[in-house]
């Protein structure tokens, strides 16, 4: 079962950058697709980026193409969205998981999530 804790979310204005960590404890990622997912106020749930276990393949929501990178360090047990250019529609609490290319959430428990908030 995966286990991830994911920060580095915030305050930001329309137009600037954030960038959020996702960390795995023990082998968590081992060999495992990761993705970025997000929910707003009233919202479901949503794939924002997936993610292969070498980095090879990137899936992105078409909202958030050109403006998020996803990446990952295996030796570090982590993976990042690196999110540009941010809109307040990005508003959400962002979750990782790990994932069915291309775009599905894994059968893992979710974590807290981060929260991020883009102001207008």
């Known amino acids: 079962q995966v286990q991830v804790v994911e920060s580095g979310g915030g305050l930001v204005q329309a137009g600037g950058s954030l960038r959020l960590s996702c960390t795995g404890s023990g082998r968590s990622f081992t060999g495992r697709a990761m993705g970025w997912f997000r929910q707003a106020p009233g919202k479901e749930r949503e794939f924002v980026a997936t993610?292969?276990?070498?980095?090879?393949?990137?899936n992105y929501a078409d909202s958030v193409k050109g403006r998020f990178t996803i990446s990952r360090d295996n030796a570090k047990n982590t993976m990042y969205l690196h999110m540009t250019s941010l809109k307040p529609e990005d508003t959400a609490v962002y979750y990782c998981n790990a994932a069915s290319l291309p775009d599905r959430p894994a059968t893992n428990p979710w974590g807290q999530g981060t929260q991020v908030t883009v102001s207008s």
């Open positions: 993610i292969s276990w070498t980095g090879s393949i990137t």
